[in-house]
Nanobody, 126 residues
Framework: QVQLVESGGGLVQAGGSLRVSCTVS????????MGWFRQAPGKQREFVAA????????DYANSVKGRFTVSRDNAKNTVYLQMNNLSPEDTAVYYC???????????????????WGQGTQVTVSS
């Protein structure tokens, strides 16, 4: 049974930073591609960032490129999303997810992710 537990969300002022984390159990973590998605009230879930199992390849949504950084520590079974220069438009519930298919390439499609965390709320005040 794969489990994902997110942490690190909270309230921050515009221009501030937050780091959210996601710890995975139940699979060999270094084999897993990981993704971050977010969902704001009244909006569809959207891709934020993704990283391959080795950490050698990453991808970002255009809206966060240059501000957010995805990374991972395979020794800790944890993937991170460092968010800098946050704006109120970044307010959402942030979810981490496990890429389906083992060594599959990075994907921005939510349907390509088989396991999801419970989400962590990030609120950016203006």
């Amino acid at each position: 049974q794969v489990q994902l537990v997110e942490s690190g969300g909270g309230l921050v002022q515009a221009g501030g930073s937050l780091r959210v984390s996601c710890t995975v159990s139940g699979r060999t973590f270094r084999w897993l591609g990981m993704g971050w998605f977010r969902q704001a009230p009244g909006k569809q879930r959207e891709f934020v960032a993704a990283i391959t199992g080795t950490g050698g390849d990453t991808d970002y949504a255009n809206s966060v490129k240059g501000r957010f950084t995805v990374s991972r520590d395979n020794a800790k079974n944890t993937v991170y999303l460092q968010m800098n220069n946050l704006s109120p438009e970044d307010t959402a519930v942030y979810y981490c997810a496990v890429r389906s298919g083992g060594w599959a390439p990075i994907s921005k499609a939510a349907d390509d992710y088989g396991y999801w965390g419970q989400g962590t709320q990030v609120t950016v005040s203006s």
